[in-house]
């Protein structure tokens, strides 16, 4: 399976993006996803997840209020809505493919992973 990962950009303080992830060559709709985010000089560090169905979501402690993913089984996509943006959400913004079906914050729990998308945001 091959996950692109797109949506990202320049966003001022406070604004909203959305970035989205499509699973291509295999479904992933039958497995949990997630997104991980790395900023510069720094690891990679989880954002959030969902369940193969949708039915259980799980987020960062920092992004919790401000950030949402969802996803659309039958494009086999995932999606992650980030509002309140702040400064320190700017990274490159990765999408993964659990190798279950629950949700999961390890990054060891993930078999595959998008290239990545910049989120910028501006103060």
């Known amino acids: 399976v091959q996950l692109q990962a797109s949506g990202g950009g320049l966003v001022q303080a406070g604004g909203s993006l959305r970035i989205s992830c499509t699973c291509t060559?295999?479904?992933?709709?039958?497995?949990?996803m997630g997104w991980f985010r790395q900023a510069a000089g720094k690891e990679r560090e989880f954002v959030a997840a969902?369940?193969?169905?949708?039915?259980?979501?799980l987020y960062e402690d920092s992004v919790k209020g401000r950030f949402t993913m969802s996803r659309d089984r039958i494009k086999n996509s995932v999606y992650l809505q980030m509002n309140s943006l702040k400064p320190e959400d700017t990274a490159v913004y990765y999408c993964?493919?659990?190798?279950?079906?629950?949700?999961?914050?390890?990054?060891?729990?993930?078999?595959?992973w998008g290239q990545g998308t910049q989120v910028t945001v501006s103060s």
């Open positions: 993964a493919q659990n190798r279950g079906t629950s949700t999961a914050t390890i990054r060891g729990s993930y078999t595959y």
């Open positions: 060559r295999r479904t992933c709709s039958n497995n949990g």
């Open positions: 969902i369940s193969w169905n949708g039915g259980n979501t």
